[in-house]
């Protein structure tokens, strides 16, 4: 990502946002966290959270800087088809109602996605998890608290680390005061402000310029762009889809979620979250199709929408457009760290280190990995240096593909065929992410996740279909979700 | 094969109408959840 020439919003004005937010955030957050007592409080929000508000919070989360910003880019470089890709996204989430009910049901005490695997497959399976799952979560992390100082630079000229430090410093403190509740809370109006400020943005660009002016100025200029035989934006569209689907099905953020949901309500709020989001990318991305109606120059890519904002509303837009991108970065790394500190906590803590740890102990051991979790995204973020292999927000994005593409089947065979063979899902990860990130080198970025997750689907039905291992499903809620890590080794069902 | 200015049109106005009425619909919920008792 690259700076603008010049910020388009003043540096006291966005001083004023950031300051009045941030208040906003971690007044919201200690409220709604006075009443955490377990860490079942903290960590799930009490188990019993309804529809409006979990329909938010997968919004929220799912929308991230990368939607906003990347949503945008992807229309100027693939088009018609770059946005609709995009939205594709959203099937990641309407994938997942169903799998959010199932788990709810099989693990009603559960805590984290780690439990599942653990309890389904195994140590080696679950550590070979715990690896892909963190990979991917400290590479979220870094890369939102990284978009965070660098939208903030690009857009009102605060210096890279102060803004980084300064949104991400406001995360953490929200999180460790009121935990999940506090998420929800704010990614509630996070939401709002989102979905408002992109749609008002969308309307008054097609006010101000119209579509005949876009499409023709566009056939004029980047014909490409309206092709509806874009090879490569086609392929993109692929790869979103399964690169959405494997974020959403092997993340403790949406695993968290669908422990934390209501009986009866992960289904529906995934499902509703889900439709909700689809035009999302659109409505983000569509603007970026008026910048040769607009005759804007685009020095950088992934500024676009902000670019456009700016030229259509002036202020009103840039101050929009810095509203929604500080909502969007917080909603999702607030999400981040109160996901990962529960994944560290359970199972690394007491999966590895202290496995008689009690609920109190939990409880103070997940605060103490927030700050921890805070303390390293922020060393990584503040001393980023030239990445060999990203060059772009989206670059870094599809990066991780081929990690979380390749944990589709073993997640999906885990929830649903009984005779799912652990190994077979060990190696199905590892050789996934292997070949996966080889075809991100050899090929391109846009294939990352479609070819880990073909790998893996072969590996997992493959290693099943020569060596079944039948599962008692009813193990996963006798098991203890609450008892010591280590006896863990899946029972053949007799 | 271009995408025709009317189906471009239709697309975007559906998906901004969408997500227009998006806050609207989480804003209602919530008030019946909180009216329900079931917000958490």
Not at chain 1, 177 to 196: E, H, M, N, P
Not at chain 1, 210 to 221: K, N, P, S
Request: charged share 10%; net charge neutral; glycine share 10%.
């Amino acid at each position: 990502m690259t700076a603008l020439e010049e910020p388009i919003l003043p540096t006291s004005v966005a001083w004023g946002l950031l300051a009045a937010f941030s208040i906003l955030w971690v007044a919201l957050g200690a409220w709604l966290g006075r009443r955490n007592y377990t860490a079942a409080d903290h960590m799930l929000a009490g188990r019993n959270v309804g529809l409006a508000l979990a329909s938010a919070t997968a919004m929220a989360t799912w929308v991230t800087a990368n939607t906003t910003m990347t949503a945008p880019q992807l229309a100027l470089e693939l088009g018609v088809w770059g946005m609709l890709g995009y939205s594709l996204g959203a099937l990641g989430l309407i994938l997942f109602a169903p799998l959010a009910r199932r788990i709810r049901e099989l693990m009603p005490h559960g805590f984290t996605s780690g439990d599942f695997i653990r309890l389904r497959y195994g140590t080696f399976t679950w550590r070979v998890f715990l690896g892909v799952s963190l990979i991917y979560a400290f590479g979220w992390l870094i890369s939102m608290a990284m978009a965070g100082g660098v939208l903030i630079n690009a857009l009102a000229g605060i210096d890279y680390r102060v803004g980084m430090t300064v949104i991400l410093t406001v995360c953490v403190i929200y999180t460790l005061l009121g935990g999940l509740r506090a998420v929800i809370g704010t990614d509630f109006i996070q939401t709002v402000i989102i979905i408002g400020g992109a749609a008002f943005l969308a309307w008054m660009t097609i006010d101000r310029v119209g579509f005949e002016a876009i499409h023709f100025d566009l056939m004029e200029e980047r014909p490409e762009l309206l092709s509806l035989l874009f090879p490569a934006a086609i392929m993109f569209l692929f790869n979103n889809l399964l690169f959405g689907v494997g974020e959403i099905f092997h993340s403790n953020v949406w695993w968290s979620r669908a422990f934390a949901f209501g009986r009866n309500v992960g289904f529906r709020a995934y499902l509703l979250g889900g439709l909700l989001w689809l035009p999302i990318p659109i409505v983000a991305g569509f603007v970026a199709l008026a910048t040769p109606a607009l005759g804007i120059n685009v020095p950088a890519a992934d500024m676009v929408g902000p670019l456009v904002a700016a030229e259509v509303l002036g202020l009103t837009g840039a101050i929009v457009v810095f509203i929604v991108v500080f909502a969007a970065l917080a909603s999702s790394l607030d999400s981040l760290l109160a996901a990962t500190s529960d994944l560290v906590t359970r199972d690394i803590y007491r999966g590895h280190i202290h496995p008689q740890a009690s609920q109190e102990a939990q409880l103070r051991a997940t605060k103490v990995i927030v700050v921890l979790l805070g303390l390293l995204t922020w060393l990584a973020a503040s001393y980023r240096g030239e990445v060999p292999v990203v060059g772009s927000l989206a670059a870094l994005l599809y990066f991780t593909g081929a990690f979380v593409a390749s944990a589709i089947w073993p997640i999906v065979a885990g929830l649903y065929w009984r005779r799912a063979n652990p190994q077979a899902a060990a190696w199905a990860m590892l050789l996934g992410s292997g070949l996966g990130l080889a075809s991100y080198f050899m090929i391109g970025w846009y294939v990352a996740a479609l070819v880990g997750a073909a790998v893996s689907l072969v590996v997992m039905v493959a290693g099943t279909w020569l060596f079944p291992r039948p599962f008692d499903w009813d193990r996963l809620a006798r098991d203890d979700h609450d008892a010591p890590a280590g006896r863990d080794t899946p029972e053949v069902a007799t | 094969m271009t995408i025709p200015v009317t189906a471009l049109a239709t697309i975007v106005i559906i998906a901004t109408t969408v997500a227009t009425l998006t806050p609207i619909l989480l804003i209602a919920l919530f008030i019946r959840d909180w009216k329900r008792g079931c917000l958490w």
